[in-house]
């Protein structure tokens, strides 16, 4: 700020709000991230923008409070979209459909669930597959349909194990219980 560096306040300003985020502060990361909003508009920045949109988003997520999550994350989609940001739009996607699935609209959830993985796919994000499967997997056992949600929980295990990312353990204690309310 001090070396009038506008772009660095943006991100650094965005950088803080994300820690407010993980230390479930929330109403200093709105705070930090509005202004961090408000810059990257300034400039013209609209990566920045974006960025900071969909971390709103999330934030309103983690609050509860969705209407407003969904309307800063559709925001950063459309902007993802606009500037051909394919990581960006399949984040914004990937959180639409979280948003959803704690709204229990779960035709919709999937919709943009299944946008988000086809793109993790296509520019071969393997974390974020497996991530978007296991979603998969909760979403069809919310819905009654174990085979499928089974499958999708193997698929995400498998990605997981290969990966060697924290999630295997979370895919396997699901799958588990999965097994185990099937009586298999």
């Known amino acids: 700020k001090e070396i009038g560096d506008r772009l660095g306040e943006s991100e650094a300003l965005t950088n803080l709000g994300?820690?407010?985020?993980?230390?479930?502060?929330?109403?200093?990361?709105?705070?930090?991230l509005k202004k961090?909003?408000?810059?990257?508009?300034?400039?013209?920045?609209?990566?920045?923008?974006?960025?900071?949109?969909?971390?709103?988003?999330?934030?309103f997520i983690q609050l509860e409070q969705y209407s407003e999550a969904l309307e800063y994350l559709k925001k950063s989609l459309n902007i993802s979209r606009a500037i051909g940001d394919r990581l960006g739009e399949s984040e914004a996607l990937a959180n639409l459909g979280n948003a959803?699935?704690?709204?229990?609209?779960?035709?919709?959830?999937?919709?943009?669930?299944?946008q988000s993985?086809?793109?993790?796919?296509?520019?071969?994000?393997?974390?974020?597959?497996?991530?978007?499967?296991?979603?998969f997997?909760?979403?069809?056992?919310?819905?009654?349909?174990?085979?499928?949600?089974?499958d999708y929980?193997?698929?995400a295990l498998a990605i997981a194990t290969e990966l060697?990312?924290?999630?295997?353990?979370?895919?396997?204690?699901?799958?588990?219980?999965?097994?185990?309310?099937s009586g298999s």
């Open 100 to 114: 959803f699935i704690q709204l229990e609209e779960y035709s919709e959830a999937l919709e943009y669930l299944q």
């Open 153 to 155: 929980c193997n698929q």
């Open 137 to 150: 997997a909760e979403v069809y056992h919310v819905l009654g349909d174990r085979k499928l949600a089974l």
């Open 18 to 32: 994300n820690v407010f985020i993980q230390l479930e502060q929330y109403s200093e990361a709105l705070e930090y």
């Open 164 to 181: 060697g990312i924290p999630l295997v353990k979370e895919c396997q204690e699901f799958k588990d219980r999965l097994l185990m309310n």
């Open 36 to 59: 961090s909003l408000a810059i990257s508009r300034e400039i013209g920045d609209l990566l920045g923008e974006s960025e900071a949109l969909a971390n709103l988003g999330n934030a």
């Open 117 to 135: 993985l086809a793109i993790s796919r296509e520019i071969g994000i393997r974390e974020t597959e497996a991530y978007l499967l296991t979603n």
